[in-house]
């Protein structure tokens, strides 16, 4: 049973703003991601909820109780670091052990909560290594049981995949979402990864430069992000971004009419996904003439990069079985309802 | 970095002590250098800048720290060519590399002034083993500690003995810790180990070989101890450092004023020695140097 | 290049053909064993020393027992000998040293690790001044030259009535110390990731106890570094063993020195010498291991 409530948070270092008034609630059970580039601030943030640092202005509570001058070990959260940060000194079983013996808990109960943990992990054969002696998958599991033997009230994560290498993070990351499934705990995980943000996330917190962007469901996010920084974020490849112009509830990219405008009129920057963009004869309006200058099959599909008539680039997300070479040209437009529009001087969302 | 209340319980003991032990006497010392104590008269008054014009044309205090930096500067010039030099033969795996290592390592662990009454009877006109092996090669006996020449030489022989092995450890560990790269490239461009040395190892040592040099100008600017053991500043005053006579001067004789005001100059003279020092060594040594090419 | 040359060698790049090398290698290990011989000569001399008795000094030099003289340990007896009997009975003088190094030692590295962690982990202000000052403040301390302090501290201890005292000379010696210990240990401790205090912070660890039970054990060949070398400094000390102490305290190195001057045996003298640095040398030894293995620093990276 744990909500974290953020209100009105700032940090300052020296003139510097890393976090700009920050207002976010994390309900009970609930696993939020923090995501955003680097220096967006969502580390500082997930440290502050910590208690490893603290705000300059505002207030964090955790189910209620304000933890202005509460330490870190007294705030029952647990944590698990990029770096992995296990006790050199310390074979697994001890790494494991640690917090609880600190905290004085009986040897036969943490003995117990020490083995379940492992065996929950699979790292029960690893118990008597010391961390240099894995590899980094292998310390990462730990790292996370050394968080799951505490039994916090919140999981912090930071980064806990970011050093690892492709395979083993897709591997950890579905680790993770399962134990999340199964124990039902009150989460927050910071990441610059959006795939791992949205496959992980019930509510998703897009952060730039110390602010928050938009706060979402993953699906929200991509199918209506409120400006241009969020939907370029958000999905890989990322969205294609066109000038066009909008005039009597028709936007135009060039001379050729790709959907409804709504109520904007003039310039305008049009937001395409790769995935929305269809070739000949599957799309209904009209149509974008497009060089293709490289086809990069990827397995499940094909990434074709184009540039349209106007000189602009365009990415183009095609099913595994479209025969596209380099020097053809294609017709694409946009599938019904999947044209973002966003303002180009502040890059709100216009439609 | 950790952010806490506590922080303040982790530095300020040190902090506190170090004050307590070093800051304040060097305070008193201020004091001490403006009043005339001394064996008549153990008080502290005040008696001005007397000290200090007393100290300006004392010739003997100045004698001895020309002394002092003629001797400083012919140890640390041996001391960091052999110790390099060393370095440099030990870098590379050689066979009874440890067994060099540790005998060559052994000398700035020992008691300085313990070794100093060793060699002081190495140095022995008549009985001691250094004029006998020379006499092997028919040279004839040197008065080591009766002519100012040999006496001032024996001192640096000790000191070059003692502390080139502080040298030869940095700077091993120094060239232990360069990066492989640069070597390949040097390799890779042809580059002979004439070549290598000048262009890669001596530019990528500079940053280290400074901080040698300057701890060891710090360390034997203090030089006094062997000095004391084996020749008490002779003959007549050609071996006296400035820590030597201050401790005459101070200790012995009790001039307690007129010493602290020469200590507050000795003291002065060094920082902006050292800081010259510091700051010309680096221009010229890692200034200059670009990005290591050959 | 010759293959059998060891891998390292070629890789640092000096490719030599083989007469040049074979004259290299000969030289080089000339070299070595020369500055050998020069490091063990004052110990090889007194060692001989000490076991000679009157005719195998006055006559010259002379250096291989049974040969060129007849040895005898009258020169080690000594050490143990009263000084009525002609002895000078230094197990006084070396329990002194003992105590008071080893006291000086543990305070200092109490203080001094302490401070290098706080240095290495918190932000301290002191008007402009940052911990890079801070630290630089207690290195610098090192500059201080002992005969400059020698005065002031004779005036104060005396006021105190800590002059002639262990705890005197404790005091003084912590202060040379300090700065070593912190030169050392902020280095160490920087190599020493912080998110580690973090994790133990989170674990359930105060902050003095992130230091004790995670940091500190990770350190550990920091803390024999400094440790080493604190003893070396402590023990070898003779200025202010000199200056602030005579009667009630006497510690080893100034009782060998007025040995000097008191025209006692060159025997009794090279044995007191040769017990006096014997711990001394064996430290040479520890030290070694890690002081060669790289820079002080990157011992803990895993």
Known sequence: ?351 | ?294 | MSAHEPARERVRGIAMSGLKADLYRVLKYAALIAWAIFVVAPFLWALSTSFKSDPGVVGGATYIPFLEYEPTVDGWTALFRDTSSGGISMQGPYLSSLVVSLISTSIALFLGTLAAYGLSRFTFRAGPLGNNDITFFFISQRIMPPAVLAIPYFLLLRFTGLLDTHLGLILVYVAMLLPIVVWVMVDFFNTVPIELDEAALIDGCNPIQAFYRIILPNCAPGMVVATLLCIIFSWSDFFFALTLTFAKVQLLPPTIVILNSNKVPWWSLSASALVSVLPLVIIAFVLERYLARGTLAGVIRE
Not at chain 1, 271 to 278: A, F, N, V, W, Y
Request: hydrophobic share 45%.
């Open chain 2, 1 to 294: 970095m950790l952010d806490s209340r506590y922080k303040h319980i982790f530095l300020l003991p040190a902090l506190l002590a170090l004050v307590a032990i070093i800051i304040f006497p060097l305070i008193y010392t201020v004091r001490l250098s403006l009043s005339g104590w001394d064996v008549n008269f153990p008080e502290l008054d005040y008696i001005g800048w007397d000290n200090y014009a007393r100290a300006i044309t004392d010739g003997r205090f100045w004698d001895s720290m020309g002394t002092l930096y003629l001797m400083v500067l012919f140890c640390i010039v041996f001391e960091y060519l052999l110790g390099f030099g060393l370095a440099l033969l030990l870098w590379k795996d050689v066979r009874a590399g440890r067994f060099f290592r540790v005998l060559f390592i052994v000398p700035m662990c020992v008691t300085p002034v313990v070794m100093a009454v060793v060699w002081r009877t190495i140095f022995h006109e008549t009985l001691g083993p250094l004029n006998d092996v020379l006499s092997w090669f028919g040279i004839p006996a040197v008065p080591w500690l009766s002519k100012s020449g040999p006496a001032f030489a024996a001192v640096v022989i000790i000191d070059v003995w003692q502390w080139t092995s502080f040298m030869f450890i940095l700077l091993l560990a120094g060239l232990m810790s360069l990066p492989r790269e640069p070597y390949e490239a040097a390799q890779i461009d042809g580059a002979g180990p004439i070549r290598t040395f000048v262009h890669v190892t001596f530019p990528l040592m500079a940053p280290i070989t400074l901080g040698a040099l300057i701890i060891r100008l710090i360390e034997s600017s203090k030089l006094m101890e062997t000095i004391y053991a084996l020749t008490s500043g002779g003959p007549g005053s050609s071996t006296e450092t400035t820590s030597y006579l201050l401790y005459i001067r101070g200790l012995r004789e009790f001039q307690i004023g007129y010493t602290a005001s020469l200590s507050i100059i000795y003291l002065a003279i060094m920082i902006i020695a050292l800081t010259i020092f510091a700051r010309s060594m680096s221009r010229l040594m890692i200034g200059r140097q670009g990005p290591v090419r050959v």
């Open chain 1, 1 to 351: 049973m744990a909500e974290v409530v953020v209100s009105g948070v700032f940090k300052r270092f020296g003139p510097v703003a890393a976090l700009e008034e920050i207002d976010l609630t994390v309900h009970d059970n609930e696993f939020v991601v923090l995501v955003g580039p680097s220096g967006s601030g969502k580390s500082t943030l997930l440290r502050i909820i910590a208690g490893l640092e603290r705000q300059s202005e505002g207030s964090v509570a955790i189910d209620g109780r304000d933890m202005a001058g509460i330490a870190p070990k007294d705030r029952d959260v647990a944590m698990v670091f990029q770096s992995h940060a296990l006790y050199p000194h310390m074979n697994v079983f001890d790494n494991l052990a640690f917090n609880q013996r600190i905290r004085g808990v009986d040897r036969k109960t943490v003995d117990r909560k020490v083995r379940e943990v492992a065996e929950r992990l699979e790292i029960t054969e690893l118990l008597r290594r010391r961390p240099r002696q894995m590899s980094g998958g292998q310390r990462q599991r730990v790292a996370i049981g050394r968080a799951l033997v505490r039994d916090p009230r919140i999981f912090l994560f930071d980064e806990p995949l970011s050093n690892l290498d492709a395979e083993l993070r897709v591997r950890l990351r579905t680790v993770i979402k399962r134990l999340h499934q199964e124990m039902r705990r009150t989460s927050v995980y910071v990441t610059h990864d959006q795939v791992e943000a949205m496959t992980l996330a019930d509510r998703v917190v897009v952060l730039r430069d110390g602010r928050i962007e938009q706060i979402g469901a993953p699906d929200d996010l991509y199918e209506r992000p409120v400006n241009g920084f969020v939907a370029g974020f958000i999905g890989s490849p990322a969205m294609n971004f066109l000038q066009g112009t909008a005039a009597e509830g028709v936007v135009r990219i060039g001379e050729t009419e790709t959907g409804a405008a709504g109520a904007a009129s003039g310039a305008v920057i049009v937001g395409i996904r790769p995935e929305d963009l269809l070739p000949d004869g599957a799309a209904d309006r009209g149509r974008l003439r497009a060089l293709v200058t490289l086809v990069e099959p990827m397995g499940a599909d094909t990434l074709v990069f184009c540039t349209t008539d106007e000189g602009q680039e365009l990415t183009v997300r095609l099913p595994r079985y479209t025969a596209v070479h380099e020097g053809e040209t294609l017709a694409l437009g946009p599938r019904e309802g999947a044209v973002h529009l966003f303002d180009p001087e502040t890059g709100q969302r216009l439609n």
